[in-house]
C-alpha cells in the first residue's frame, strides 16, 4: 500500500474518531442537556399554568362571595320579592367580569334565577346548569366553593357562595354560583402568559403520545412525553375538578426547536470537521509528498534498479530531512558494502574456480590414476584411474575397488581383508603406500603402486587413492637382475680366465728365458704387455665387485635367490 494511501486513511480514521467522538459527547452530555432544559421548561410552564388556573378560579370565587353578600340580594331572596332578583344582576357588569353564566338558588335548593352574559353563552339552558348544580351538589352551600366543572360544551370555573348579609350573618337565604367558560379566547389569554401554544384535551386524547416515548417523573402532577416525531415535546397538566366532575387536562406544547438547533449545530460541526480534516490531509499528503513521498520515490527507483542491475554502485539522493538524510547515508554504506563484498566474493570465486580448474587440470592429466574414496566406496576418479582399470569414469563411481582386483592378491592376502587394513590405517591418519594388483576388463592382472591418504571435506573425511601403474617397472627390474646375474656370471668366468691365461703365459715366460736367442726380448715384452693386459683386468674385476656389492646393498640386484 502506498504511503499517501495511508495517510488518507489514518485521514479517514481521524476524522471518524472525531465525528463519532463528537457525536457520543453531544449526545450524552449537550443533547441530553438540551432535553432536560427543555424538560424543565415545559414543567415550569405547566407549573405557571396552574398557577394562572388557580389564580382565575380564586378570583371568581371572591367575586361569587361578593355578589352573595349583598345586602339587598339577601333581602329580596329572603322575601317573596324574588322575581325582581334578574334586575340585580346586570350583564355589563357580568361581562366585564367575564363571568359568562349565573345561578341563584333559594334556601331549599330551587333554581330561582338563570342568566348568560354574552351572545354565546345565551345557548346554555338553565335545565342543563341546574343538572350540573344539583349533581355537584352546588345547589345549597353552606360556605364558598370554587374549581373547574366539565360540562358539555367543555371546562368551567365554577365559584359558589351562599346568599348571606353584608356582614356575613345568616341564616343562609340560598346560593349564588358563577361560571366562566374554559373557552379559546382564555387558553388564548393563558398562552399569551406563558408565551408557549396551550390546548385543552379531554382526557381519552392522551393516546396521542407513545407510551414507548421517555417521560419525566411527575413534578406537580405535570407529565412530561414527546410527540411520534419527536419534534414536539409536551407537558401534560391534570387540571383538578370538583368532586363528581370528570377530569381534563391542560396540554403544553412545546416545539424542541432548542433539540434541533442543537442537532443542527453538531451537524454543522460535524461537517466543520469532515472539511477541516479533508483540507488538514490534501495538505498533508501534498507536505509530505513534497518533503517526504518524492524523496521516497526517488531512494525507490534507486533500490530498484539496483534490485534489477545488481549495480550496487549506485548510490541514493540525499533528502531535505536529517533523519532522510541519515537513512540515505545508512543505505550508501550498506550498498558500499555489498559493492566491495560481491567484488571481493567475484574475485574469491574466480580464485576458488581458477584453483579448481587448475587441479582438475593437474588431477586430469596426471599420469597416475586418482580415486576418492568414502570408505570403500568410490565417490569420484579422473580419467588415467578409469583408463588403468578399462571401465568408464562414470560406471565406477559408488563401486568399491575390490570390484577391480583378484580375489587374491600375488603374496597370498584375500584383496578384501587387505584393502580393508589399508583403509582403516589410512582413516587413522596414517598414509599408508603398498602395491596391489587389478585386473582389466580382459582379465589381465596389472601391478600397481597404491598411496592411500586422509584428507577432510567439510562433508566429512575421505581417501585420496593414488595408482601408478608399475608393471613396466616390474618387468625392468626383472631385467635388471637377469642382466647383473649375466654380467656376475661373466665376470666370474673373466677372473678364472685370468688366472687361465697367466699360467700358460708363465710357462712362455719361462720357455723365452731358457731359450736365450735373438727373439727372447721380444717374447719377453709381449708376455709382459700380456701380464699387464691382465693386471688391468683384474684391477677392472675388483671395481666390478665393489659396484655388484653396491647394488646388492641399496637395490637388491643381484642378489641370490
Not at 112 to 130: K, R
Not at 314 to 332: D, I, W
Not at 394 to 413: I, L, N
Not at 436 to 452: C, H, M, N, R, S
Request: net charge negative; charged share 25%; proline share 3%.
Amino acid at each position: 500500500m502506498k504511503l499517501r494511501t495511508h495517510v488518507a486513511l489514518v485521514t479517514v480514521l481521524i476524522t471518524l474518531s472525531l465525528i463519532c467522538g463528537i457525536v457520543l459527547a453531544s449526545n450524552y452530555l449537550l443533547l441530553k442537556s438540551l432535553d432536560n432544559v427543555e424538560k424543565t421548561t415545559v414543567e415550569r410552564t405547566c407549573d405557571l399554568l396552574e398557577s394562572h388556573i388557580d389564580k382565575e378560579v380564586y378570583a371568581l370565587g371572591l367575586l361569587a362571595g361578593d355578589y352573595a353578600t349583598w345586602d339587598e340580594t339577601y333581602y329580596r331572596l329572603s322575601s317573596s320579592e324574588s322575581s325582581n332578583l334578574q334586575s340585580l344582576f346586570l350583564n355589563e357588569t357580568f361581562i366585564s367580569s367575564q363571568v359568562d353564566w349565573l345561578l341563584l338558588f333559594d334556601a331549599e335548593g330551587d333554581m330561582v334565577v338563570h342568566l348568560g352574559f354574552g351572545a354565546e353563552n345565551q345557548t346554555s339552558t338553565s335545565q342543563t346548569l341546574l343538572s350540573e348544580a344539583t349533581h355537584l351538589n352546588l345547589t345549597r352551600v353552606d360556605e364558598g366553593v370554587e374549581g373547574i366543572v366539565v360540562l358539555q360544551n367543555g371546562p368551567t370555573l365554577v365559584a359558589a357562595a351562599p346568599v348571606l348579609r353584608g356582614s356575613g350573618e345568616g341564616p343562609r337565604a340560598g346560593t349564588l354560583v358563577i361560571g366562566r367558560n374554559l373557552d379559546g379566547e382564555m387558553v388564548q389569554e393563558i398562552s399569551d402568559v406563558a408565551m408557549i401554544p396551550v390546548s385543552l384535551v379531554s382526557e381519552g386524547e392522551q393516546t396521542m403520545f407513545s407510551p414507548s416515548h421517555p417521560r419525566s417523573p411527575n413534578t406537580n402532577w405535570t407529565t412530561i412525553r414527546i410527540s411520534d416525531d419527536r419534534h414536539t415535546i409536551s407537558g401534560i397538566l391534570p387540571v383538578s375538578a370538583l368532586a363528581g366532575s370528570s377530569e381534563y387536562i391542560i396540554r403544553v406544547d412545546l416545539p424542541r426547536t432548542l433539540y434541533f438547533g442543537g442537532l443542527d449545530a453538531i451537524y454543522s460541526f460535524v461537517l466543520l470537521i469532515i472539511i477541516i480534516c479533508s483540507v488538514a490531509g490534501i495538505l498533508i499528503i501534498l507536505i509530505l509528498d513534497h518533503s517526504l513521498i518524492s524523496h521516497f520515490r526517488k531512494m525507490t527507483s534507486v533500490v530498484e534498479a539496483v534490485r534489477r542491475d545488481q549495480d550496487y554502485s549506485r548510490r541514493l539522493p540525499a533528502g531535505n530531512m536529517k533523519e532522510m538524510n541519515l537513512l540515505a547515508s545508512s543505505v550508501n554504506e550498506l550498498f558500499e558494502y555489498l559493492e566491495k563484498y560481491l567484488a571481493e566474493r567475484k574475485h574469491y570465486e574466480q580464485t576458488i574456480q581458477e584453483s579448481e580448474e587448475r587441479y582438475r587440470t593437474l588431477v586430469e592429466s596426471a599420469n597416475d590414476g586418482i580415486c576418492m574414496l568414502d570408505r570403500d566406496r568410490i565417490v569420484d576418479c579422473n580419467s588415467r584411474a578409469a583408463e588403468m582399470l578399462g571401465h568408464r569414469k562414470e560406471s565406477m563411481v559408488q563401486t568399491s575397488p575390490c570390484a577391480y582386483a583378484p580375489d587374491q592378491q600375488p603374496d597370498g592376502r584375500d584383496s578384501k581383508e587387505a584393502l580393508e587394513a589399508y583403509i582403516a590405517l589410512a582413516y587413522e591418519g596414517k598414509t599408508t603406500s603398498f602395491e596391489w594388483q587389478y585386473l582389466t576388463t580382459d582379465g589381465t592382472p596389472v601391478d600397481a603402486e597404491v598411496i592411500l591418504g586422509r584428507f577432510e571435506l567439510t562433508s566429512g573425511p575421505y581417501l585420496l587413492a593414488i595408482i601408478r601403474d608399475i608393471t613396466e617397472r616390474k618387468q625392468l627390474e626383472q631385467l635388471k637382475s637377469e642382466a647383473f646375474a649375466q654380467i656376475e656370471q661373466n665376470l666370474r668366468q673373466f677372473a678364472a680366465l685370468n688366472d687361465e691365461i697367466r699360467n700358460p703365459l708363465q710357462v712362455i715366460q719361462g720357455l723365452a728365458e731358457l731359450d736365450g736367442g735373438e727373439n727372447t726380448e721380444k717374447y719377453l715384452r709381449q708376455v709382459a704387455a700380456i701380464n699387464d693386459l691382465v693386471d688391468r683386468l683384474d684391477r677392472g674385476y675388483i671395481e666390478s665387485d665393489k659396484v655388484r656389492e653396491f647394488l646388492r646393498k641399496h637395490y637388491h640386484i643381484g642378489e641370490e635367490e
